[in-house]
Nanobody, 115 residues
């Protein structure tokens, strides 16, 4: 059974850092194209970060990384702003290069940026 479990969401003050984790089980994260999305209240879900992509509004502040030994993908978020408030989701697509590819989503983790 494939599971993506996000963690690390919290309430932080503007300007603060936060690191989100996406722990994968049932699949090898390094074989998948993993991305971070977010959805703010009343808005559509948007792609925030991927291996070669960052949303314009987060460039220079967010970075995606992976620890293959832990089968975990991270989203390091610095200089957080109120507009970063959203539920953040981990997404995996793959296996890359396979004939049949699948999509998996985590349950989401809440990030609230407020003073």
């Amino acid at each position: 059974q494939v599971q993506l479990v996000e963690s690390g969401g919290d309430s932080v003050q503007p300007g603060g850092p936060l690191r989100l984790s996406c722990a994968a089980s049932g699949l090898t994260a390094s074989r998948y194209d993993t991305k971070w999305y977010r959805q703010a209240p009343g808005k559509e879900r948007e792609l925030v970060a991927a291996t070669t992509y960052y949303l314009d509004s987060v460039k220079g502040r967010f970075s995606i990384s992976r620890d293959n030994d832990k089968n975990t993908v991270y989203l390091q978020m610095n200089s957080l702003k109120a507009e970063d408030t959203a539920v953040y989701f981990c997404h995996a697509h793959g296996p890359v290069g396979a004939l049949w590819q699948y999509d998996y989503w985590g349950q989401g983790t809440q990030v609230t940026v407020s003073s």
